[in-house]
T-cell receptor, first 117, second 115 residues
Framework: AQKITQTQPGMFVQEKEAVTLDCTYD???????LFWYKQPSSGEMIFLIY??????QNATEGRYSLNFQKARKSANLVISASQLGDSAMYFC??????????????FGKGTKLSVKP | EPEVTQTPSHQVTQMGQEVILRCVPI?????FYWYRQILGQKVEFLVS????????KSEIFDDQFSVERPDGSNFTLKIRSTKLEDSAMYFC?????????????FGPGTRLTVL
């Protein structure tokens, strides 16, 4: 069975500093995708970044980058130069091709990031 | 930029009543999904839909739930007889294809409150 683990319920970071949000996953699929979503207090789910299991390079998207360590089954999100607007819940999610999963996302419990001025 | 839309943003209903949550996926997307998020908890998959039929459903998606694509644009989730524990945020999502690499784009959600 596929599983996503986010061990940090809450994190604090000073404005303009970098922060790493942890995500580990478990899957027997050979091909899978890892996603990060941001959920501000208004409730919507905003896609941030994607990493494919066969991608050799870590994904980057503006201030977001993904530290992908396949052997350790981890896909940590790094936010550089934090801004007050980054305060939100962050969810790591995985999508696999086999194992009964036709493509639905499996989410972790999330990490609540608070950016301090 | 195209986006997924959902209506209503907030629905309050009495236990035992039927509710229909509506979604308009991104127009060229082929795969549609419903997820729910009970307050303070993680997002859970309910059902996926492709080519006018359910492609997968979770154990949450029991006989009280149904989905439909009544026309070329809307995608609906019906809860036949609501229970208190159905209170949650319901998200619709769509993706272009069913590939592992395809991003699922979420709508803003419908907050369902069952009294």
């Amino acid at each position: 069975a596929q599983k996503i683990t986010q061990t940090q319920p809450g994190m604090f970071v000073q404005e303009k500093e970098a922060v790493t949000l942890d995500c580990t996953y478990d899957t027997s699929d050979q091909s899978y995708g890892l996603f990060w979503y941001k959920q501000p207090s208004s409730g919507e789910m905003i896609f941030l970044i994607y990493q494919g299991s066969y991608d050799e390079q870590n994904a980057t998207e503006g201030r977001y980058s993904l530290n992908f360590q396949k052997a350790r089954k981890s896909a940590n999100l790094v936010i550089s130069a934090s801004q007050l607007g980054d305060s939100a819940m962050y969810f790591c999610a995985m999508r696999g091709r086999y194992g009964g999963s036709q493509g639905n996302l499996i989410f972790g419990k999330g990490t609540k990031l608070s950016v301090k001025p | 930029e195209p986006e997924v839309t959902q209506t209503p943003s907030h629905q309050v209903t009495q236990m035992g009543q039927e509710v229909i949550l509506r979604c308009v996926p991104i127009s060229n997307h082929l795969y549609f999904y419903w997820y729910r998020q009970i307050l303070g908890q993680k997002v859970e998959f309910l059902v996926s839909f492709y080519n006018n039929e359910i492609s997968e459903k979770s154990e949450i998606f029991d006989d009280q739930f149904s989905v439909e694509r009544p026309d070329g644009s809307n995608f609906t989730l019906k809860i036949r007889s609501t229970k208190l524990e159905d209170s949650a945020m319901y998200f619709c999502a769509s993706s272009p294809r069913g590939l592992v690499s395809d991003t699922q784009y979420f709508g803003p959600g419908t907050r369902l409150t069952v009294l």
